[in-house]
């Protein structure tokens, strides 16, 4: 084991849940193996404006429950300049911080990587996105969140939809992933579903819509924000210009996607990757990040992560496209 005597530990980019179980975990995993743990505010901008909180055992009290994260978040455009770094850095030696673990997205990896190759500084990533688009991982924290919130709004959105006979456009985050989307049009029952990374027949799904209208019946579409045609209200125009969208409505669920308590996934993964990230630490590893795969903790190279794209279930698509036929 190597001798550890301060980490800190940040949330970067956009907040998901299950990053406040993730700070417990790895808070706690510290003090189990005499390690001090500190909180950085407001991701690498708490890096470079020396914004840290020393966290004890009770400071992750009544979090694991939490969305959002406590320790606030940001996306930090200034980290990409050395003379930001150099501060950061001397901020660390400052507090005797010799590791630091990132709990955020693909691109705060790469920022992070710089960092340690920079400054000889061993860092560990941990996957935290709603988006799940990171490669090298099965799931990061706050996807599943995320997906049960997209079902429970279509599951209400769906009662109108039934009740009127209409058919509904719901837009869903993603960024230029469709997994999120590809996983709610199927868990949803959703009768197509639009994603970045396809170009879909417009025709044919004209066509669709007119049968289904035509029989008086509802239906689901699930659009991801990235998706070709460029959101919900852009595959509302080409239905208005169709004369098809008397009967059509759209719903952007935004950020709500986001909030949250996470769910039973969420925390269990959030809790394993954050001890698992500590432990990494203390066997000397540095430059990885902790992932799920095949139900296995896991620790990858950072410099391997790439968005992943396209979603590996695909075959969900025809699934969707089978269930639905009208
Ligand atoms: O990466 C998470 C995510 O919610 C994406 O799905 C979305 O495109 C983006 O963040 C929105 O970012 P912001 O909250 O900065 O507008």
Known sequence: MVKIQNIAVLTSGGDAPGMNACVRAVVRAAI???????????????????????????DVSNIIQRGGTILGTARCP?????????????NL?????DALIIIGGDGSFKGASIFSHEFDLPIIGIPATIDNDITGTDYTIGFDTALNTIIDAVDKIRDTASSHHRVFLVEVMGNNSGILALNAAAASGAEEVFMPERNEDLQKFEEKLRRALAANKSSI???AEGDQIGGAKEVFAYLKDKNLSD????????????????????????????????????????????GMHNNKVIASDINHTQVKSPPKNMDYLKIIRKLSVY
């Not at 308590?261 to 540095?286: H, I, K, M, W, Y």
């Open 221 to 223: 579409i699930i659009v």
């Open 247 to 290: 009967k059509v409505r759209v719903a952007v669920l935004g950020h709500m996607q986001r909030g949250g308590s996470p769910s039973f996934l969420d925390r269990l993964n959030a809790t394993l990757f954050g001890e698992q990230a500590v432990v990494e630490l203390l066997q000397g590893n540095t430059n990885l990040y902790i």
């Open 32 to 58: 189990y193996h005499g390690i001090g743990a500190y909180g950085v505010i407001d991701g690498f901008n708490g890096l470079i404006k020396n914004q840290f909180k020393k966290l004890d055992y009770h």
């Open 78 to 90: 200034d980290f990409l300049h050395k003379k930001e770094r150099k501060k950061a850095f001397i």
């Open 93 to 97: 030696q400052a507090l005797k911080i």
